[in-house]
Every structure is written in structure tokens, then in C-alpha cells.
């Protein structure tokens, strides 16, 4: 019969693959129960011998079988055994993780705050201009770091640059506009999640493509600032949403240029990425904002990001009829 410990350790497996949990489940299930009957064989008491097969898994176990879920769901470009869908979603994730961490680092390169004199900085206390470059710095090492191949220390220092995020925002942000800082962190803080897709079997970028996303920071940097002179014009402000939009919609043209799943993949994370942060941004707009531009500004976004969500689900839906 069944204890409830292995019942625990079956559920846990279920994030597995189905194919690898079949050829697999019996192993490791009988391998942590002899781990845990070794762990308890010491004790005298028979009866907290009893209660161990009625405990749920150690918390080693449940990261491990995390840790071999991610590197079996979003495997590496040539990981041995896995699917050509566990790659591509693979590529797709890190490819997300990559271009969100793009783009808070394109601002920090981009962003006067850095200058000693006027912008951001003239009109910031002491205080919030540390935080502020502190936020900015992080931001930009984590994507240097990532870039060059140095994952590890970007799975560091991304999350300690969300971290300085989440505290200039707490200290900054008015109780009215939560929403709106919500839909902030979410644009920052999927990319530092996706991090997880960036695992020991991915492996090192080659010259060109080091070459290519080292150049795409100043690219983007002064994208931003040719982008932000247009917008201001019109009293529109670039925030994270549209830069995320528009990622959306670049990784969309070049999914249709190169007819590849992967970056189809790509489009459709980033549509849904971009969708959320822009539906708390209309959320907050239409509670808070008078100004009908604002209002139309953020209904473009969420109506923009769900055509492009439709759009490359129905490409994918005919490819594969």
C-alpha cells in the first residue's frame, strides 16, 4: 500500500516531463524513500518512524526536482534527450529574460540621472539620486553579465537590482497610483524570473552573438532617447510598457522575417508580459487620471497587445494544420 509520502513525491514528480517521468518515476521514488528510511533508521522511537512516512518531501528534494523541471521543460539549444518544444521554449524564455533585462539597462545607460548637472538629478533629493543610480547600475551589470555569458553573477545581481527596485518604488510611489507601480515591477521582474531558463546546460554565447548583444545596448540607449524627444511632443510619456510593447512587436516582425517558432514563441511571452504591466497601467489611468489622452495612450497599449497576442496565435495554430 501507498504511504503518503510517496503519494507527496508522485504529485511532486508530476512537473516532470510525462516521457521522462515514466522512464524515470520509479527510480527516483524508490531512491528518496530508501534516502528517508536511511535518515530515520537511527531513531528508536518507532513511533516518529511512523510519523517520517506521513511528513511531505525535505526541501532539498522539492528544489532539485524544481531545479531538473526547468532544465527538462526549457532545455538547452543541444541538452541530450530533450524535445525540439522543450528547446525552443527554452530559447524563448532566455530570449525574454535577455531583452527584458535590455531594456531597464538601455534606460540606466540612457537616463540623465547620471549627469551631474540638470535632468532627473537636479530636482532629486540625496537620498533618492543614490537610489536611483544604485537601481541603474544593477540594472546595467545584470545585463552586462548576462550578455557576456556570466550567468551566474546575473542571476545575482538581477535580483538585487529588482530588489533596489522594489525599494525606490515603495519609498517613491503614492497609495493612489499602486496599480501603476504594479504594472512597473511586473515589466521588470518577469525577465529577473526568467533568469531560471539561463541553467548550468545552456552554454556560453559564441563571439558573435557576444558581439551582437553588447552592440544592441547602445542601440537601445539611443533608440530610447531618439524615441523620447518624439514622444515628448505629444506629452506622452515612454515608461516601461511602451518599451515593452515594442519589443513585442520587433520580436513579432522578426518571428514573420525568419519563420521561426522560437521567436513566435518569443512575440507571444512578451505580448502576454507586455499585456499585463499595460492592463494595470489602464486600470490605474482610468481610476486616477483625468487627462482623456493618458486614458487613450494606455488603451492603445492593451488593445495593441492583444491583436499581436491573436496574431501570433493564429500563426502558430496554421503552421501546425
Request: glycine letters at 6%.
Amino acid at each position: 500500500m501507498m504511504t503518503p509520502l510517496e503519494q507527496h513525491y508522485r504529485r511532486l514528480l508530476r512537473l516532470l516531463p510525462a516521457d521522462y517521468r515514466q522512464r524515470w518515476e520509479e527510480d527516483m521514488v524508490a531512491t528518496y524513500l530508501d534516502e528517508e528510511e536511511a535518515a530515520w533508521a537511527g531513531v528508536e522511537d518507532e513511533r516518529e518512524r511512523e510519523l517520517a512516512y506521513l511528513r511531505h518531501p525535505p526541501l532539498r528534494q522539492v528544489v532539485s526536482v524544481l531545479a531538473l523541471a526547468v532544465r527538462l521543460h526549457l532545455a538547452a539549444p543541444a541538452a541530450p534527450g530533450a524535445s525540439l518544444q522543450a528547446r525552443q521554449w527554452g530559447q524563448a524564455v532566455r530570449q525574454v529574460a535577455r531583452l527584458g533585462l535590455l531594456l531597464p539597462a538601455a534606460t540606466a545607460l540612457n537616463t540623465p540621472i547620471w549627469s551631474p548637472d540638470g535632468g532627473t538629478a537636479a530636482v532629486l533629493p540625496g537620498s533618492e539620486l543614490l537610489a536611483w543610480r544604485a537601481q541603474a547600475g544593477l540594472w546595467l551589470l545584470a545585463y552586462l553579465l548576462l550578455a557576456t555569458g556570466q550567468r551566474r553573477w546575473a542571476r545575482v545581481f538581477a535580483p538585487l537590482a529588482l530588489a533596489a527596485t522594489l525599494v525606490e518604488s515603495a519609498t517613491s510611489a503614492a497609495g493612489p497610483w499602486i496599480l501603476g507601480t504594479a504594472g512597473y515591477l511586473i515589466s521588470v521582474g518577469v525577465p529577473v524570473i526568467a533568469l531560471l531558463a539561463w541553467h548550468g546546460e545552456v552554454p556560453a554565447p559564441s563571439r558573435r552573438e557576444l558581439l551582437r548583444w553588447l552592440l544592441a545596448l547602445p542601440a537601445a540607449a539611443a533608440g530610447l532617447w531618439v524615441l523620447g524627444e518624439q514622444v515628448a511632443r505629444f506629452a506622452l510619456w515612454t515608461g516601461p510598457t511602451t518599451l515593452l510593447c515594442l519589443t513585442a512587436v520587433g520580436a513579432a516582425v522578426v518571428a514573420a522575417a525568419r519563420r521561426s517558432r522560437t521567436w513566435s514563441l518569443t512575440a507571444l511571452l512578451l505580448a502576454a508580459h507586455a499585456g499585463a504591466a499595460a492592463g494595470l497601467d489602464l486600470a490605474n489611468l482610468i481610476i486616477h487620471s483625468t487627462a482623456p489622452i493618458a486614458q487613450i495612450y494606455a488603451t492603445a497599449h492593451v488593445v495593441a497587445m492583444l491583436v499581436l497576442l491573436l496574431l501570433v496565435v493564429s500563426v502558430r495554430r496554421q503552421r501546425r494544420a
